[in-house]
């Protein structure tokens, strides 16, 4: 099975929408100018023929998540919360929450998290916080 890059996208994206609710921002797609708390997803490496006959794919895929630095205990309870391995604000379990996404994988794990990074705003207005997490999905 090829890899279904937009199903995967959206599959993942709609793993964290509907785990951590309607008060973050959540997209498929690389968002230009994300208003935090916001998350987005994006491809990486792929690797072909991990199996005989080109049976299988492994897709890594980052999720990007941001937080306002508007007031930094806030924040970084609310990036603490979002980097937590369970819980329901945990992206980790949110994204795992339906490892075969709808049918568009054959399995998927979430094998990191960065910790704490500093964004610079794309408008220029300032910095947000965020982290980064990696997922490995089986096609």
Same mark, same amino acid.
């Not at 959206?10 to 935090?36: C, D, E, R």
């Not at 006959?53 to 990036?79: C, H, W």
């Given at each position: 099975?090829?890899?279904? =890059? /937009? ?8 793993? +964290?929408?509907?785990? +951590? ?7 498929? #797609? ?10 987005? #997803? ?23 998540? =941001?937080?306002?630095?508007t007031t930094d205990i806030g924040a970084q309870t609310t990036l603490d919360e979002y980097i937590a391995s369970d819980g329901p604000s945990s992206v980790k379990a949110a994204i795992e929450s339906d490892s075969r996404l709808g049918g568009?994988?054959?399995? +998927?794990? #979430? ?27 089986? /096609?």
């Amino acid at each position: 099975m090829a890899a279904d =890059f /937009v199903g995967i996208r959206k599959a993942i994206a709609a793993n +964290l929408q509907n785990a +951590l609710g309607k008060t973050i921002q959540v997209s498929p #797609v690389m968002l230009a100018s994300p208003t935090p708390p916001a998350a987005h #997803v994006i491809p990486g490496p792929i690797e072909y023929h991990g199996a005989l006959s080109d049976g299988l794919e492994t897709v890594e895929m980052t999720v990007q998540v =941001f937080v306002s630095r508007t007031t930094d205990i806030g924040a970084q309870t609310t990036l603490d919360e979002y980097i937590a391995s369970d819980g329901p604000s945990s992206v980790k379990a949110a994204i795992e929450s339906d490892s075969r996404l709808g049918g568009k994988c054959a399995d +998927l794990i #979430v094998t990191s998290s960065s910790g704490y990074r500093v964004y610079k705003s794309p408008d220029g207005s300032g910095e947000v916080i965020g982290a980064e997490w990696l997922v490995k999905v089986y /096609v």
